[in-house]
């Protein structure tokens, strides 16, 4: 009787699927009765779209994390904090241990020296900790909570006096350059409940200070990229005074003119390989099989369609008609959408944000049911 690999964690023996021992290095994210497979670009695709599966997917990696590393990373918790409180509607409120241990890392941040704060990840740490928090007060809390304030002063505090954040340039998108730091920063900013209007009120005050250099940082920093300017054109749409009209056009053409033929969006086409990371992803990214013609992706196809529709595109668009027909026929059986990592061949965690956002693209266009309410 032949025996194949079917999908990562079983096999197909005759005509039955059974499970097989997997090793730690088999898993992309494991703790306690957490246990998720790697990713794979030959994962099988699902027959028919689960938001339940891509869910779970969501809720295991950020437990994990949170169990097994013990630290904010943006590609994973901090995604989870920024964009499942915003699909509450779907999903129904996210679980209140992912806010608590947001709150125990600001309270351990708090306590490090203010030098040592502008240092390697923590000052990405201190941004997403901001951002997830305000985003959990926009969409759960409805109001602005004292953590929250919390974080953004701790975040305008160790910002640099360019307007912008300390950044290592080394894990492309998440953590490669200042000016993606700088444009969740500002999405933070613009979330908290009411957070804005409170310190212009007292404009002598230094949150309101750090908010004004943001915001010239942006409007003069030229972005690095195509990438870049998705990010500013996300940020312009919860900041509206940013851009003038103009501009939010111009990018939005840059953002459109890349969708492939087949609807979705391709993160590699968004940069130069030697833009990615300070230019240190280059090799990696030349030596890949697909390089002159990467496939769209989860994490770029949902991202464009959130960034469309937050600045104004109707979800009847035909572009994002398209993007969201993609979405819809390549969901992983593991409820993923794969996206191949800019790093490394190893986990591919940006599979995390690549779940993330196509979910928040559906609902933005009320493709998902909401919350309780199931056909």
Not at 17 to 36: C, G, H, K, N, R
Not at 48 to 74: D, M, T
Not at 278 to 285: F, I
Request: include cysteine; aromatic fraction near 8%.
């Amino acid at each position: 009787m032949s025996v194949i690999q079917f999908f990562p964690g079983f096999v197909l023996l005759g005509c039955l699927l059974l499970p097989v021992t997997l090793q730690a290095d088999d898993f992309q994210y494991q703790f306690e009765a957490i246990s998720v497979p790697k990713a794979t670009a030959d994962e099988p695709v699902r027959t028919q779209l689960s938001i339940e599966a891509a869910a779970k997917y969501l809720e295991h990696g950020s437990a994990a994390w949170n169990g097994q590393r013990k630290c904010v990373s943006c590609h994973t918790n901090g995604t989870y904090m920024t964009i499942r409180p915003q699909l509450s509607r779907t999903l129904g409120p996210p679980d209140a241990a992912n806010r608590a241990f947001f709150i125990e890392q600001l309270q351990k941040l708090q306590a490090e020296p203010p030098e040592r704060l502008k240092q390697s990840t923590r000052p990405a740490q201190v941004i997403y900790i901001a951002a997830g928090l305000a985003e959990w007060d926009a969409a759960v809390g409805g109001s602005l909570s004292p953590e929250t304030e919390t974080a953004l002063e701790l975040m305008f505090r160790i910002q640099t006096d360019e307007g912008t954040w300390g950044t290592l340039d080394c894990w492309p998108p998440f953590e490669s350059d200042a000016y993606h730091e700088a444009t969740v920063a500002a999405m933070a900013a613009a979330a908290a409940p009411g957070w804005i209007a409170k310190v212009q009120a007292t404009p002598d005050a230094s949150p309101a200070a750090g908010l004004e250099k943001l915001r010239k940082y942006l409007r003069t920093q030229p972005p690095l990229h195509d990438y870049s300017r998705v990010l500013l054109l996300w940020a312009a749409a919860r900041m509206p005074d940013l851009l003038t009209q103009d501009q939010r056009q111009e990018l939005l053409q840059v953002l459109l003119k890349h969708q492939k033929a087949d609807g979705s969006w391709s993160i590699r086409a968004f940069a130069a390989s030697e833009a990615w990371g300070g230019g240190n992803r280059a090799a990696k990214l030349k030596a890949e099989p697909e390089f002159s013609d990467p496939p769209g992706d989860g994490h770029m196809t949902g991202l464009a369609i959130v960034v469309l529709r937050e600045n104004g595109t109707p979800a009847s668009d035909a572009q994002i008609q398209k993007g969201l027909a993609w979405l819809k026929v390549n969901q992983r059986e593991s409820g993923r959408w794969w996206t191949r990592s800019l790093n490394t061949d190893s986990w591919h965690f940006i599979t995390y944000s690549g779940t993330a956002y196509p979910l928040l693209a559906l609902q933005m266009c009320d493709e998902l049911p909401v919350a309780g309410v199931r056909p």
